[in-house]
């Protein structure tokens, strides 16, 4: 009990630090790129540090049955999973990713393709983001698991320590480390770099790098087709994040320059452009609401 509720508070005192941190890097990006700070060039060129968006597959079929995924092959994006993953896409286009990272499991790399689009983005995989091998358990379902097998509520529990044949979260998690050093350092891609991976995954990356236990990961919710962005800097300090379980459409992440002002006409005469920009203060009608994202689940 006591365990848990460190880990509500340290999780809690990491929300904290993202909304606050996150902010602060929103708005630094858009005073450097808008030329309205005093050391613009210092701060632009400190920004072009590498930037990792960790992407969670979009729902698969075994997230909708309540099964446990594992390492099993064929295991293919929903119809929903796949409209997720689209849209998540589609919010992300205007950042200038240099390339994709997957899992080489089917779902992530489903998952990776719609996010490229028609985008000329190379994607590579890398065994090392694949998801949490738990053994014996691959394919069952995982609420008769919680309510029958004391065997895998003990691993829930403490998953620092695991049965024969099965996956600790610390040996998950050096991988998945190893995974995020290689593309953070990889020379030549780019400021952007997406791993496209799984819930285990990202939550242990958070973990690591912000000092939380690995057993308190658990409690993250990272949902399906959700991003987490990590934005390094020049030096070895831990990275800022931006963003933690965040879905479509991050408008911060881009900078958007405002229009140049039209030059003034003469009394009685009014431009195309001017006209346009008349009929975009319309009120436009009212949007669709989109639907919500995919609830969480577990280990998945």
């Known amino acids: 009990m006591l365990i848990h509720l460190r880990c509500m508070a340290r999780l809690a005192w990491l929300n904290l630090g993202v909304g606050l941190g996150g902010w602060r890097e929103r708005w630094r990006i858009h005073r450097a790129f808008a030329g309205i700070c005093s050391d ?3 701060q632009k060129e400190s920004l072009m540090k590498r930037k990792l968006l960790l992407i969670r597959h979009g729902q698969a079929t075994f997230n909708v049955e309540h099964r446990l995924p594992g390492q099993l092959p064929d295991i293919p994006l929903t119809q929903e999973g796949r409209r997720q993953a689209e849209r998540t896409g589609a919010a992300l286009s205007g950042l200038p990713i240099g390339a994709i990272i997957t ?4 779902r992530a790399r489903e998952t990776a393709a719609l996010v490229a689009h028609n985008r000329d983005i190379p994607i590579q995989t890398d065994p090392d983001l694949a998801d949490t091998d738990v053994g014996k358990w691959a394919g069952m379902n995982y609420n008769e698991l919680s309510k029958n097998d004391k065997e895998w509520q003990t691993y829930v529990r403490h998953s620092t320590s695991a049965p024969p044949g099965v996956e600790s979260s610390l040996d998950v998690q050096a991988r998945a480390v190893r ?25 242990l990356i ?18 399906n087709a959700s991003v987490t962005l990590l934005a390094f800097g020049e030096h070895e300090h831990p990275p800022a994040i931006l ?7 991050p408008d911060w992440l881009t900078y958007s320059p405002e229009p140049p002002q039209e030059a003034a006409q003469p009394d009685g005469q009014e431009t195309a452009s001017s006209e346009a920009a008349a009929h975009r203060h319309q009120p ?13 689940e577990a280990r998945t």
Do not use: F
């Open 243 to 249: 963003a933690l379980n965040w879905s479509p459409a």
């Open 179 to 203: 995974a995020t050093e290689r593309a953070r350092r990889a020379p030549d891609l780019g400021e952007y770099v997406v791993l496209v991976a799984h819930a285990d995954i990202v939550k």
């Open 103 to 106: 899992s080489p499991l089917e």
């Open 284 to 296: 436009n009608p009212t949007p669709q609401s989109e639907p919500p994202p995919a609830a969480p």
């Open 40 to 42: 613009c060039s210092s």
């Open 206 to 223: 958070i973990a690591y790098y912000t000092g939380i236990p690995a057993e308190c990961s658990r409690l993250l919710s990272i949902d």
